[in-house]
Nanobody, 117 residues
């Protein structure tokens, strides 16, 4: 059974930093890209960062200078490092794994990030 388990969210002040983690089932990293999405209240889920099995990364322009995606395959863990957080970064953050043909699509339960003073 494929599992994706996020952690690391919480309440942080504007300008602060967080590192989100996504523990994934062994072998899942190679089926296709792994992604971080977020969904703010009343908004659609938004793709913010992707990493491929060859470790090519892409980050949305809206967070490019502040967010970094990386993976430690020895620990089966995907990360999202976030710095200079803003109130508009407040959202539930989700880890996703999707096969190249889209036939397999797995999601974590999400972790809440709240940026507020």
């Amino acid at each position: 059974q494929v599992q994706l388990v996020e952690s690391g969210g919480g309440l942080v002040q504007p300008g602060g930093s967080l590192r989100l983690s996504c523990k994934y089932s062994s072998g899942i990293f190679n089926i296709g890209p792994m992604n971080w999405y977020r969904q703010a209240p009343g908004k659609q889920r938004e793709l913010i960062a992707t990493i491929t099995p060859s470790s090519t990364t892409n980050v949305a322009d809206s967070v490019k200078d502040r967010f970094t995606i990386f993976s430690d395959n020895t620990k089966n863990t995907l990360y999202l490092r976030m710095i200079s957080l803003k109130p508009e970064d407040t959202a539930v953050y989700y880890c996703n794994s999707r096969s190249w043909n889209g036939a397999q699509d797995y999601w974590g339960q999400g972790t809440q990030v709240t940026v507020s003073s």
